[in-house]
């Protein structure tokens, strides 16, 4: 047995769902950005990577704040295992580094969020393939996974990519029409394939994901202060958005992890697409026809017609105090 398959023989026991192995080398090579293993860190030679399945049942709860809630117990869980998995490592005399999971720096378009991009080191080792809207699917649970990535000094055999993507882009394109705040591209080049077009407008979906992060209370807060008239100070403090403000910094909720559209509607995923969609929460996300697909001049778009009714409000709560202090919607861009 190979310290590989010894490693992953642990990991699984421990509850890791898949995982892989890259070489931090060859993956330095391919990053086009700062998000580089060894701007991570330093002296690294592999990088383990491996996932975690959201529980189903709590993407089947129409409440966000047991969604998010259930999303961070999943994201423990990813510490845990990175902590074992790197104790693992040490105890067989290798030095091994936890990535922690969820490290942003909030100014995100001008600079790369995190350090390492978790996504592509998992599809470098072929656990899963990245989407049409930068989800990492993977076979099992398509992307209702939460990932993790333990660097280490020792040289570990890397796994190989998948063959064939699991998303086929643009003549799916679930993940487009859903989307709330309208992130994911709807529209792509007939002739090209998923690779050349997936991507997502980040600060649109930190909107929905992170509704309640640190991005929504600044834009309020700016608003606020720029507001060209009387504000109703009593409504504004004790508002919805407030409570929901304490709230995630209590318990994470809504904090991120605030949007599952995406991960709702993926058809991808062995094991849970189908037993989510007997619960009647999801029975009626995009059934049969609700996506629309036009092929002219050398384009493919997708249209959504629904059902599920708009639910785009649901995921802009930072409007409720827009809406209070009687300002206009906090522009997108
Ligand atoms: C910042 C962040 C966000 C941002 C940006 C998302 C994004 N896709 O980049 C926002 C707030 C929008 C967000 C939303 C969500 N997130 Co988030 N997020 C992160 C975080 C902390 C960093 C991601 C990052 O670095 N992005 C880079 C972006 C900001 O930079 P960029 O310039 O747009 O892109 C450049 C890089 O990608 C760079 N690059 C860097 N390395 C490499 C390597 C290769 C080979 C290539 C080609 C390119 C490349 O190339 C791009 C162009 O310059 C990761 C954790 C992690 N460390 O990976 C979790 C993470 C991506 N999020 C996650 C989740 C679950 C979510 C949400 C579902 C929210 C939720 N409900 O929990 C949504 C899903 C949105 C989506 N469709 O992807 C999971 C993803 C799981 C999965 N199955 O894919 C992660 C991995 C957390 C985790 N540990 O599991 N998130
Ligand atoms: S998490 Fe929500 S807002 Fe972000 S891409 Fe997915 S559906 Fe869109
Ligand atoms: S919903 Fe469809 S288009 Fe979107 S990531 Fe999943 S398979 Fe790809």
């Known amino acids: ?3 590989r398959d010894e490693l992953f023989a642990y990991a699984e026991d421990i509850g890791a769902d898949t995982i892989g192995v890259c070489s931090a080398e060859a993956f330095e090579a391919l990053v086009p950005n700062r998000q580089k293993p060894s701007t991570t860190v330093q002296n ?3 990088m383990i990577v491996f996932a975690r399945h959201m529980l189903a049942g709590a993407l089947t709860h129409d409440s966000q704040p047991y969604q998010g809630m259930n999303s961070h117990l999943a994201a423990f869980e990813i510490d845990e295992l990175s902590h074992k998995i790197a104790r693992w490592l040490e105890d067989r005399g290798a030095l091994a580094v936890p990535v922690p999971n969820e490290a942003v720096f909030t100014d995100i378009d001008k600079k790369p969020a995190g350090s390492l991009d978790f996504k592509w080191v998992a599809e470098a080792a072929g656990i899963g393939t990245v989407g049409l809207d930068l989800n990492l699917l993977t076979p099992d649970h398509g992307p209702r996974v939460y990932l993790g990535v333990v660097m280490t000094d ?3 055999e890397p796994t190989a990519p998948l063959e064939r993507d699991l998303c086929p882009g643009m003549s799916c394109g679930r993940c487009a029409v859903i989307c709330p705040t309208q992130a994911v591209p709807t529209e792509a080049p007939l002739a090209d394939g998923v690779r050349d077009y997936r991507y997502l407008q980040k600060k649109r979906c930190s909107f929905g994901a992170s509704r309640i992060g640190a991005r929504s209370l600044i834009m309020n807060l700016r608003a606020a202060a720029a507001a060209p008239h009387d504000i109703d100070t009593d409504a504004a403090i004790d508002s919805l958005y407030v409570r929901d403000f304490w709230q995630s910094l209590n318990s994470k909720a809504g ?3 605030a949007c599952f559209e995406c991960w709702y509607i993926c058809p991808i995923g062995k094991k849970d697409f189908k037993p989510m969609y007997r619960a009647p929460t999801r029975k009626n996300d995009l059934p049969k026809g609700s996506v629309e ?6 384009v493919h778009r997708v249209i959504h017609r629904g059902p599920p009714e708009e639910r785009r409000h649901e995921y802009e709560r930072d409007r409720e105090l827009a809406n209070i202090l009687n300002i206009d919607a906090i522009p997108r861009q």
């Open 1 to 3: 047995m190979t310290i």
């Open 44 to 46: 690294m030679k592999s």
């Open 154 to 156: 020792r040289k570990i």
């Open 255 to 257: 904090a991120f992890a």
């Open 293 to 298: 697909h036009i092929k002219e001049d050398g």
